[in-house]
């Protein structure tokens, strides 16, 4: 029912694309980060929760449907729905049905709850299409919470020697899942403008966030003293960032598994924490959906591809395709645009 062609994931009986990189009339979005999500369709579907960050980064004018997970519609006689994919909040997984083959196109996920997204749905398919960004046994991740109150301490011992505590962390999903559990007995909140703009879209979509201050042309940077600064990896190096002086700087992805990517940005601490699956959990879903046909994009796609073949015996092939996945040597959540409406 599907194929992968020059644009994208294509139903050619619905006539429709899922997450394409480049223009076309349909587009079914599974969520916003800038590798899924591209400027020039003609007309997008995506959950509710997502057409407001879609517009913010696409355009207001962009011609656009919001559905509810778990809501079912037709195209062409393919019944479709979306359902959670629990990477970040309004990410989803899209199911497609025609004549009782039933495929999933499951985008970004993680299964680990992260306490800002609808966490992962389990969706039973024939055919399953997966990302697999860190699909080797090495990449193990640990509890959540484990890893909120290792933050807390990291900023608490920071402010008794007299430091600011600086994470870089994705503007969108990343920074509000580490804010949502910062510890605010220990100091102010204070974001860089792009976590803030996507803030703002959080609490108006989702729900509050602990209060925390935009440091903009108003802020004396002097006068931030042991605070918690949250900002975009492409605020590493800048001269917006070397003004919150003294500081620590943190970073938090799936790649500070590997204590090699810690030191090539010079950060000094790494917390593990992804948007993705780590290799359990890549495996248990696989396994769960039931499905014999798999199909492997971005990531470790050829080992795990081949891992799926040896070890389950499924049918997994892989596929080349245009989205990258969570990076550690850039930001690939903000357009170019708004790096420089930020001046970084």
């Known amino acids: 029912m599907l194929s992968f062609d020059d644009n ?6 619905a006539n429709v694309y899922i997450d394409p990189w480049k223009p076309v009339d349909k587009a079914i979005i599974t969520h916003a980060h800038s590798d899924h999500a591209r400027w020039g369709m003609k007309h997008y579907l995506a959950v509710h929760n997502t057409i407001p960050v879609l517009r913010y980064r696409l355009g207001q004018d962009i011609s656009i449907q919001g559905v509810d997970y778990g809501e079912l519609f037709e195209m062409n006689g393919v019944r479709i729905s979306l359902h959670p994919a629990g990477h970040i909040w309004g990410s989803a997984q899209v199911r497609l049905e025609y004549k009782s083959e039933v495929w999933v196109v499951s985008g970004d996920y993680k299964l680990q709850n992260d306490h800002i997204s ?8 024939h055919h ?9 046994p090495i990449y193990n991740f640990p509890d959540v919470d484990t890893v909120h109150d290792d933050i807390n301490a990291w900023w608490r011992q920071n402010k008794e020697e007299g430091k600011n505590s600086v994470i870089l962390a994705y ?3 990343k920074a509000q899942r580490v804010i949502n559990k910062l510890d605010v007995s220990i100091g102010d909140i204070y974001t860089h403008g792009a976590v803030d703009n996507i803030n703002k879209l959080y609490e108006q979509q989702i729900g509050k966030l602990p209060l925390a201050k935009r440091i903009d042309a108003s802020i004396n940077t ?5 605070a918690m600064i949250i900002a975009p990896p492409s605020a590493d190096n800048t001269p917006w960032l070397k003004k919150l002086s003294p500081y620590k700087l943190a970073i938090c992805s799936g790649w500070m ?5 810690r030191r090539r940005r010079g950060a000094d601490r790494g917390f593990i924490m992804s948007d993705h699956c780590d290799w359990a959990q890549l495996n248990t879903a696989v396994k769960a959906t039931g499905a014999e046909n798999i199909y492997v994009t971005h990531g470790y ?3 795990y591809a081949k891992w799926l073949q040896t070890e389950y015996g499924l049918n997994a092939t892989e596929v080349e395709t245009l989205y990258t996945g969570e990076q550690v040597e850039g930001e690939t959540d903000i357009t170019k645009e708004q790096q420089a409406d930020e001046g970084i």
């Open 8 to 13: 994208g994931i294509y139903c050619k009986q």
């Open 118 to 125: 609808t966490p992962f749905e389990l969706v039973p398919c």
């Open 128 to 136: 399953f299409i997966t990302e697999s960004t860190f699909g080797l």
């Open 171 to 173: 503007a969108l999903g």
């Open 222 to 226: 002097k006068d931030i003293q042991g």
């Open 257 to 261: 598994q590997l204590r090699g990517a």
């Open 301 to 303: 796609k050829s080992i």
